[in-house]
């Protein structure tokens, strides 16, 4: 799927032989995130002293990108390259391989609880009958917020491993920003607990809120699986539809990551209303409700809230 002759030519311009040490310059670590959300917690943690740069961007789909030759050269120069893991960044493998990256590949869900992929819990999962190998884990790990802390707490470890000059710096913006998080986490918590216990379950279009399910107490279901790149079935989407019906889902979400179509069928055919978009697996652009990881839970919360009571 990665264009040869784009890398190819890409790779020959690529000098390889400059090892970055802090203190023997001035110029900022150079750190490569994933996506959007990695690319907001590094930024936090970093501050001025990291030259970020983030593969995919805002409203991106990690499930199916496809890295640019320019992606390839942002890897080569890294010196530090922060990814989720879990097989979220499908195209991660060849890419670190087609860039030759000298930099340590930190893997943020390090140290996490993985939620075992739960594909045939709510009796629409003939998922495995499509052939697809998502990996024995849910990778939305950062849909917790409890989860985040740690992502960021790697970050940290990754940035004094890599600039120990900084790392007093990098530590005091981690606690910083976790006390952010803590505010947020208290108030996911509390929307969630102002939410009638039997309107609690809700649809979006792929299965990106496990952790979030997990971690504060609403139900989602969703037509897609894990990741975007299996299409639900005609069967998933009738199998849905049943269940939505029987289990009486207080609201429908489309995705800022995902193709609305099914969840607009879905809402047409149930006649529960499209409550508004939920950001999943990306931030939304800088003039958009979730340009930060905390305005994205802030928002997904508030636009769940608002559709159930206005259900
Ligand atoms: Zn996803």
């Not at 849909?143 to 005091?172: L, M, R």
């Amino acid at each position: 799927m990665l264009r040869k002759i784009g890398f190819a030519s890409a790779m020959s311009v690529i000098t390889l032989s400059s090892i970055w040490s802090a203190s023997a310059s001035a110029e900022p670590m150079k750190v490569v995130a994933s996506f959007s959300i990695i690319g907001d917690f590094a930024q936090n943690v970093g501050g001025d002293r990291i030259e970020l740069t983030t593969l995919v961007g805002s409203d991106g789909d990690a499930h199916v990108y496809e890295p640019s030759p320019a992606d390839a050269v942002s890897m080569s120069k890294a010196n530090v390259v922060l990814v989720n893991g879990l097989n979220f960044e499908g195209f991660l493998k060849r890419l670190v391989e087609a860039s030759a990256t000298k930099a340590s590949v930190v893997e943020l869900t390090k140290g996490i609880e993985p939620l075992k992929m739960q594909e045939d819990e709510h009796g629409h999962g003939e998922a495995s009958g499509h052939g697809h190998d998502h990996g024995e884990f849910d990778p939305h790990a950062f849909q917790s917020i409890s989860n985040a802390k740690v992502y960021v707490k790697n970050i940290a470890d990754a940035f004094c491993a890599a600039d120990a000059a900084g790392c007093d710096t990098y530590k005091a913006n981690a606690e910083a920003y976790t006390a952010k998080l803590d505010a947020e986490d208290a108030e996911v918590k509390a929307a969630v607990a102002s939410i009638p216990e039997e309107k609690r379950t809700i649809i979006t279009s792929h299965d990106a809120f496990g952790y979030f399910e997990h971690a504060y107490g609403l139900t989602f279901l969703a037509p897609e699986g894990i990741s975007t790149e299996a299409e639900a079935s005609a069967a998933d989407v009738a199998a849905l539809i049943k269940q939505v019906r029987d289990d009486k889902a207080s609201a429908i979400f489309v995705e800022n990551i995902t193709n609305p179509r099914l969840v607009e069928q879905i809402a047409g055919e149930t006649g529960i209303k499209v409550g508004g978009t939920l950001y999943s697996d990306a931030l939304s652009k800088a003039d958009g409700p979730a340009s930060t990881y905390i305005d994205m839970m802030k928002n997904n919360i508030s636009t769940i809230k608002a559709a159930i009571s206005g259900s």
